[in-house]
């Protein structure tokens, strides 16, 4: 089984610039989950999706970022105009069932964004 | 304000020693906990979680403990071994919050 999706990798833009990172979760998989580490900091939760819908989006930081799961497959996290705080790693998770012990929660190895 | 709170950045240990990770919290809503493993360019990988009904959990060569009265929770690895050397997030979950609050994260490091 294809694990969690994340691409680009590394992405480096200049400050004002527009950045799209796209996941993929797990195929068969309702839950999909953002985070973002900032450089040695936590990290931090962004949103939740259940399939198409943002079951909670407490997380976002501001208005420039915006999340889109269209038709509950992959998703997209726009930064619009990007900011040089936003650099970080970005996670993305999914899980079929909700469960406490997040077994089956299952994390991408991230992208890596850098504004410049 | 940071609810989950991981106060050594860095630890290092002999392998085949017992490794010991420590964690704070400051939520009461808190009643599940998990232990993460990450290795540089990877995402976290599960490890061991503890629901706040008890207060010991093992699995292998981890040990979770939860003091509940002082909101603390530990990770022991014994004996150690060269692949455990990773970045350890602590994280906690509150019922009926789907969302993980993590910590800053302790890098350890075995050292053969």
């Known amino acids: 089984e294809a694990g969690v999706t994340q691409f680009p990798s590394h992405s480096v833009i200049e400050k004002g610039q527009t950045v799209t990172l796209r996941c993929d979760p797990i195929s068969g998989h309702d839950n999909l989950y953002w985070y973002r580490r900032v450089m040695g900091k936590e990290i931090k939760f962004l949103l939740h999706f259940v399939k198409e819908s943002k079951q909670d989006e407490s997380g976002m930081p501001n208005n420039r970022f915006l999340a889109e799961r269209t038709g509950g497959t992959y998703s997209t996290l726009k930064v619009q105009p990007a900011e040089l705080e936003d650099s970080g790693v970005y996670f993305c998770?999914?899980?079929?069932?909700?469960?406490?012990?997040?077994?089956?929660?299952?994390f991408g190895s991230g992208t890596r964004l850098t504004v410049v | 304000d940071q609810q989950v709170k991981q106060n050594s950045p860095s630890l290092s240990v002999q392998e085949g020693r017992i490794s010991i990770l420590n964690c704070d919290y400051t939520n009461s809503m808190f009643d599940y906990f998990l232990w993460y493993k990450k290795y540089p360019a990877e995402g976290p990988t599960f490890l061991i979680s503890i629901s706040s009904i008890k207060d010991k959990n093992e699995d292998g060569r981890f040990t979770v403990f939860l003091n509940k009265s002082a909101k603390h929770l530990s990770l022991h690895i014994v004996p150690s071994q060269p692949g455990d050397s990773a970045v350890y997030f602590c994280?906690?979950?509150?019922?009926?919050?789907?969302?993980?609050?993590f910590g800053t994260g302790t890098r350890l490091t075995i050292i053969p």
């Open positions: 998770a999914s899980s079929q069932v909700l469960t406490r012990d997040r077994r089956g929660y299952t």
């Open positions: 994280a906690a979950s509150a019922r009926g919050n789907e969302k993980l609050t």
